[in-house]
């Protein structure tokens, strides 16, 4: 059942080429120009008429949905909101008819994520579900919605409904864009046709496992990791550091790349592995200083670079490559040597990789 894999996370992270595909195929029509969501196509006044969206969920699906949001923002200029589900429900949030909520869920069963959309529709929001799991009570909450066609995911730590998420969330924003006009035909062409090449650009991001491998047993005593990231690829920090965390037990932080001189800087000294994402779009020359600043306190740097890299290369204890692709897909690509990193880090501990201990898939109680 495991397929090979020595375990279900294994097996996960390397459905993704499939798994993103699957979640494209049928919707992206690149040469009638469109794409078709059902869900969307049925409310496109409603959801593109939005005065903001707010994005509710947990864990990594909150995650997507801070990537959604840089999306949505950059293409169909739409302000975003992401929320965790726990905060936004106690809150007394301000909701109103005009305001378009989008709850991703893994499992499509996450109790706060649950409540959070019963009360944006007690308030009247239009409530847009983006789950897993057929016929979820989730997707069964919402007004209409998008799933993402992942396969079951059996490995507690989230891999391939992340990186699906966000290809649906692409697909919408790229469609209301079109709907709106925030997008040229000739950019929407161009977004279709690379998300077609993501797929094969992840099975290239998956051909790195080995040299992470090694990578993973240099650090794999390492009892605190910083994780940095900016822009498209700051949630991917957050990611990747919820990754080591909850499967190897070690102590992760994720941070925006600039944050670090407020505070965590003070956290790096030799003993300390930062993992940056430090890909040629996205702020590359910012990203250059904030590694030059860890090396200067004699941090580790493991880096996520862009295929071909020169510049980070001579400044990184090591480097991880993944191919070129535009900026907003870059986390499609950035989060793979992330997810094997803390696979392997965790496998070498001994841990319980796919049933992490105080864990379980579905957070049904609050
Ligand atoms: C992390 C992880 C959790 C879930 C979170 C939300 O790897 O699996 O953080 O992402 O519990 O779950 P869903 O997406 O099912 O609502």
């Known amino acids: 059942e495991k397929g090979g894999f020595d375990h279900f996370m294994l097996k996960e992270i390397y459905e993704q080429p499939n798994a993103i595909s699957d979640t494209f195929r049928g919707r992206m029509l690149p040469e009638k120009g469109i794409i078709r969501m059902a869900g969307v196509d049925n409310n496109i006044?409603?959801?593109?008429?939005?005065?903001?969206?707010?994005?509710?969920?947990?864990?990594t699906s909150w995650h997507a949905g801070l990537v959604a949001e840089y999306i949505f923002e950059e293409l169909a200029r739409i302000p975003v909101e992401v929320e965790y589900a726990s905060e936004f429900r106690y809150r007394n949030p301000i909701i109103s008819e005009k305001d378009v909520v989008i709850a991703i869920s893994q499992s499509g069963e996450t109790a706060d994520t649950m409540a959070a959309i019963q009360l944006a529709r007690e308030k009247g929001a239009f409530v847009f579900g983006v789950c897993n799991v057929v016929g979820s009570s989730i997707s069964r909450e919402t007004h209409a919605g998008a799933y993402?066609?992942?396969?079951?995911?059996?490995?507690?730590?989230?891999?391939?409904?992340?990186?699906?998420?966000?290809?649906?969330?692409?697909?919408?924003?790229?469609?209301?864009?079109?709907?709106?006009?925030?997008?040229?035909?000739?950019?929407?062409?161009?977004?279709?046709?690379e998300l077609e090449r993501i797929p094969d650009k992840v099975q290239k991001a998956l051909n790195s496992d080995e040299h992470i491998r090694k990578i993973a047993d240099i650090y794999k005593d390492a009892t605190n990791c910083l994780y940095l990231g900016r822009g498209f690829n700051f949630p991917v920090a957050?990611?990747?550091?919820?990754?080591?965390?909850?499967?190897?037990?070690?102590?992760?932080?994720?941070y925006p790349a600039a944050e670090m001189k407020h505070g965590p800087i003070a956290l790096i000294d030799e003993q300390m592995p930062v993992v940056v994402i430090a890909t040629r779009k996205g702020y590359y020359e910012k990203v250059v200083s904030n590694i030059q600043e860890i090396k200067s306190r004699k941090g580790k740097i493991i880096a996520i670079v862009t295929d071909g890299d020169t510049e980070v290369r001579e400044l990184a204890d090591h480097v991880i490559e993944v191919p070129e692709t535009m900026e907003s897909m870059s986390p499609l690509l950035t989060t793979i040597p992330l997810q094997l990193l803390s696979y392997h880090i965790a496998v070498m501990l001994g841990k319980n990789v796919d049933q992490p201990r105080n864990l379980a898939k579905s957070v049904t109680v609050e």
Do not use: W
């Not at 692409?170 to 040229?184: D, E, F, P, R, V």
């Not at 957050?238 to 994720?254: D, F, Q, T």
């Open 45 to 59: 006044e409603r959801i593109s008429n939005a005065k903001r969206i707010i994005i509710v969920a947990c864990g």
């Open 238 to 254: 957050l990611e990747g550091a919820l990754k080591l965390k909850e499967i190897s037990y070690i102590h992760a932080e994720g």
């Open 148 to 193: 993402t066609h992942a396969g079951p995911e059996i490995g507690v730590a989230s891999t391939k409904a992340f990186t699906t998420q966000i290809t649906v969330l692409t697909l919408m924003a790229l469609k209301l864009a079109k709907h709106m006009g925030t997008i040229s035909n000739s950019d929407f062409q161009m977004h279709l046709q």
